[in-house]
């Protein structure tokens, strides 16, 4: 069955950086479009990055623009947020989740989502 594990959240402080990662596996990864999304306490959902199944291509929410980089590798079955100059703001429960078409181009729209991992804890603060 598909699986999606995120690891590597953690307490950081503003300015800091966190590398997230998110091993999958029950699947072709090579062959999906692959996302991060984030919830805030109390707030909803808010889709962060994407990238292609080849990882040509990346999408950003302007929040995260210029700070986060997202990036895949398709040997491992592994799909990363490199996350810089964090702010307070950036707290929040981070999810990865695997596009429900093949070889589409990732949107920001939940409902594009067949599978999401359990979350890995994001706290910014001095």
């Known amino acids: 069955q598909v699986q999606l594990v995120e690891s590597g959240g953690g307490l950081a402080q503003p300015g800091g950086s966190l590398r997230l990662s998110c091993a999958a596996s029950g699947f072709t990864f090579s062959n999906y479009a692959m996302s991060w999304a984030r919830q805030a306490p109390g707030k909803g959902l808010e889709w962060v990055s994407g990238?292609?199944?080849?990882?040509?291509?990346?999408s950003y929410a302007d929040s995260v623009k210029g700070r986060f980089t997202i990036s895949r590798d398709n040997a491992k079955n592994t799909v990363y947020l490199q996350m810089n100059s964090l702010k307070p703001e950036d707290t929040a429960l981070y999810y990865c989740?695997?596009?429900?078409?093949?070889?589409?181009?990732?949107?920001?729209?939940?409902?594009?989502?067949?599978?999401w991992g359990q979350g890995t804890q994001v706290t910014v603060s001095s």
């Open positions: 990238i292609v199944s080849d990882g040509s291509e990346t």
């Open positions: 989740a695997k596009d429900r078409n093949y070889k589409s181009e990732p949107g920001p729209q939940v409902w594009e989502y067949d599978y």
